[in-house]
Structure formats: structure tokens, C-alpha cells
């Protein structure tokens, strides 16, 4: 290769081709030379002639050599920026689109979000293994096809390596022996021989069959699939369970596209679970489920509240009427071909053999997030032919996330995205309001605090007061719901505002009307507990104003999101955070999550 290369002048882009080949912003000229294949001193010359431009800017390293980078990072051409790190497994996306980020969130884990300014905020992406055993694709190429559709390039290392582990999720196999028991069948001798049988003790494996097939004990399903799980195996499940007796239902409300997909791709997997933001339909989607599996059906529910509205649900939006529902719970408990029992009871000992002795052909885990607590996940190993689990966000603050779709099964109906762009789900504007001291006596007791004091006085900062105002003002049409972490702070809002404050300590009943009130619009603004983060019914809220519980986890941010995302139009989601105090890191890592599954997130500084 001569000195003097031919061909055209290095571009911009040809600048961004070496940054992603090499993975770091910074290159010297002989790393651009190396990647665009040309000589060092026309790179140098090129590199000389885009610093000239205003386009690169020089940093001197060690030993007097002089390096390169953009002159603006967030420029990026003024578009969507895709930088890949195969061998981190990492994806760094600048000003991406809806689109990107509704795919990058079936197969990657959204780790982090920087920038402040809108418009200019980048996505940190990992992919984790767990998070392509979850990947809700038929088959390998479609995983890989919707990875080629964002990333910028393909990348054999990357590549090999989610075969890899797509491959290891499909070395375990459960399955019904004609005989009628259950059968562990392995890909390889070893695998039985130097895993199953080493992990797995005699009260879960009651007999060898063959060097690659076990006899597995059938009440010890659920803890088999745990162990090989933990130990880098999830299990496919394909075993042949009762359905139960037979109900004729049939829905009476009209499925979206989408929420017809849903049912299409459960039905042929019969297991999964409907991920999609509040308001989409997934209760509508599991009453279709219902009907298509005709089977009797348990629906495990975390409150009793939530249990009424399944049972109203149901009689409203299918064929069912009261007397094929039953409720199974601190309340009453009967067992119908349709019942609604909470975690709780499911889960207690003297009542399990009552649901152990049913056979179900369907149970639906509505909130299915609490599936990995202590108390609620006994009630994952009812054993069903079919099992469904429904959630805003699958989230959970101990990242035990995984640990569901091991019980439950994959997650189906992602792209938020998809929705929003549809029309069929109003997506939020969601802005974080960063608040400062005007209480000089408020600001001193912070100082002087620490920790969970310090929390809990930013969290409770009275100029939130003010600002809570404000932003009612500013939206005077919209019904707002404003959520609170402490029953103090609740209180105080409640009476500035004179407005009702529900609670835990709110009598049943008076919760329900004051609930019904602001359903039908007699009651425009409500201030509420953590009891209003999920299940609770409380559609068309316009406005929901985030005072405190920004320590909260990242699915009570989405929960709180969802109150807003109802196909009613415009709605705004404002997030209160005290400024120069830990919430504002709070307030960024709970959004974070809804960022990956597309809503836009802007942030503000309130003025002192």
C-alpha cells in the first residue's frame, strides 16, 4: 500500500466506522488506518483535514501521541446511534428510535441512561444470558434476525455466543411417558450423568430410564426446574397435563390485533406471560385464554379488591355468569370451574391440598411479579396444562425477574413501542422535576440527618407542596392522582390541595366510594398510598404527580407510569426528585426501566 492512498477524503462516518470497530471514541491514527484498511500517514491527513472542518477535536496521549474524537458526541449526525461491544455483550444507543428500543428490550437488559437535555440521552445495554433464554422467538434465526435489524453490524463473537446460550435453554426436556408419568430427558449422556443426576437428589428423580432419560417425581416439578435453572439449564416443558373438566365460555368483547397475537402465541406454547403496559388489555387477553383452553381455571390474585374486579371482569366481558365463579380467600371460599383465590390462601398449608387435588387446566398469575417471593411462589407449583402470567413489569428490585418466566414461561407481548405507536395505548410524557430547598429550617435538618432520615426528609421536602400546586394548575382539565410514600406527607398534601388522601388505614368501603367517585368523574384529584401502585382499577388518569417513593422499586415506577397509560389521549407523568439529594439518582434508576420500553423521559430543573 503506497503513502499516498487513492480514493476518497475519510468522512465522518467513516470516523464512527473505526470508533465501532475498535470499541472506544478515542482513536489515533493508526487505529483508524488499521480499521479502514489505509495507509497511517493518509489517515493522519484525513483526520488533520475533519479536525479543520470543526468536526474532530485532538487529545495528546502518552509519549506525545495525538489522538482523535468527535467534537460533539451528541451530534452523532443528528440521528440514531448504534455502537456495539461484542465482547462485553454491551449496547451503547444514542437518540434511539422507539423501534430500537422495542427490540433491544426482548433480547438485552437496559443497565443504565445518562444525559440530562432532551434529546440527547444514550442507552447502556447488557446482554446476559438470562436474557436470551427469556427471548420470546420461536427459533434461533429469529432471534438473530431481530438483533441484525438494530445492531449496525454483525459480530461472529457476539453471535456464537447467543447460539450458545439458545442452545444451552433447549438441552432439558420435560415430557409425559406414555405410561402417564414425567420423564427428564437430557441432549447428551453427559449432561444427565455430570448435571442432572449431581444436582438433582432422589426425592426429584425417582429412577434412571436411560443414560439421557430420568423418572422424575411429578410433585417435585417446580423445585426441578428451579435446580437446573440455577445451575445454567432452564427446562422446556413439554408435558401433556389435565385440563380439567371442560367450560363452555366464549368472550363477548373484541380482541385487538395484538392482544389476538398474545393469545396466538400462548396457546401455542401454553406458557407465558402478557407483558404489556397498563392499560393494553391483558385481562381481556386472559379472558380470551380462558375460553380458547376451556378448562377449569384458577386465578391467583395478590388482594381481595383485585379479585372483585376479576369476578366483574369476567361476568362483563364473557359469556360466564356468578354462578361459575367462585372467590377463595379471607372472605369466602368457593371453588367453582372459574376461581379467584389470592397468593395467600393458594399458598397456605391447609388449603393446598384443596387446589393440589383440582385439575386445572389453566392458572393465571395476575401481578405475576410476586412469583419469586417466599410467600407467593408455593403457589408456582400447582401443577396445570397451561399457565399464565400477566404484568405491567416483571421487575423486580432483587433482579429475580428470570426466576418468573422459569416458573411461569416466556415473556410474550414486549414491544410497548408497537402499542404506542398504534394509538392503542396513550404513552405518557414522563418528566423528572428536580425540586429545590425553599425551607431554609427543612434544608438544615436534612444536613444534619442521615440515613434513612435523609431519605425520608428529601422525600418529604415542603416545597414539593408548592410545586404539586403548580403543576394542578398547569393541568386544570386533567384528573390527577398524587402518590405518596408517607401517610404524614399524604396528609399534608390532602389539605393544601383539600382534596381526599386513601390510604391503608382508608375503612374498605369508604375507599371504594371515594375509588368509584373518581372513576365516574365526580372526584377530579386524589392523593394515594402504595395501595394505588397496582391492581386497583383506576382508569383515565391524565395527570399522576410522583411526590415520594422514589427509593420504591423500578416496577412501582412503571406501575405509577401506567396509571396514565389509558387510550384516553394526552397524559403527563411528573416525578418529584429533591435537588442535590440521593433522590435524583432514584428518580433516574426507577425511570430507567420505562425508558427501555420506549417512553421518552425528559427531566427539568425547577427554578429556586
Known sequence: MTDDTDGDPLSLDDFYAAVDAEE???LTAGQVARRLDRSESAAQRDLEALAEAGDLETVRLEG??????PTDIRDLAGRERVIVFPTRREVVVDQPTQYTRAQLSQFA???DSTGTDPGTRGYLYRIRQEDIWAAPFDDLDDLLGSMRSVLPRRSPHLEEWVESQWNRAHQFTLRTHEDGYTVLEAATEELMGNVARQKLDDDQLRAPMSDTESWVNSDEVASVKRTLYEAGYPVVDERDLDTG????VDLTATLREYQQSWVDTF???????????????????????????GGETLILVPSRELAAQWREALTSESTLVDEQIGEYHGGQKNIRPVTIA???????????????SRKWGLIVYDEVHHIPSEVFRRSADLQTSHRLGLSASPVRSDDKESEIFTLIGPPIGTDWAALFDAGFVAEPE?????????????????????GRERYQLAAMNPAKIAEIRYLCETHPDSKALIFVDYLDQGTEIAEALDVPFISGETRHHERQRQFEAFRNGELRTMVVSRIADEGIDLPNAELAIVASGLGGSRRQGTQRAGRTMRPVGSAVMYVLATRGTREEDFAQKQMRHLAGKGVRIRETTVSE
Open 109 to 111: 437488559h437496559l443497565v
Open 245 to 248: 373438566d371442560p367450560i363452555e
Open 24 to 26: 472506544r471514541p478515542v
Open 342 to 356: 389470592t397468593y395467600q390462601t393458594a399458598g397456605m398449608d391447609r388449603h393446598r391440598q384443596l387446589f393440589d
Open 64 to 69: 506525545e501521541s495525538v489522538a482523535w474524537y
Open 430 to 450: 414522563v418528566e423528572i422535576r428536580y425540586v429545590p430547598w425553599r425551607d431554609e429550617m427543612a434544608r438544615n435538618e436534612y444536613t444534619s440527618a442521615d
Open 267 to 293: 396457546l401455542d406454547q401454553q406458557a407465558g406471560v402478557y407483558v404489556g403496559p397498563p392499560g393494553s388489555g391483558k385481562t381481556i387477553a386472559a379472558i380470551a385464554t380462558i375460553a380458547a383452553v
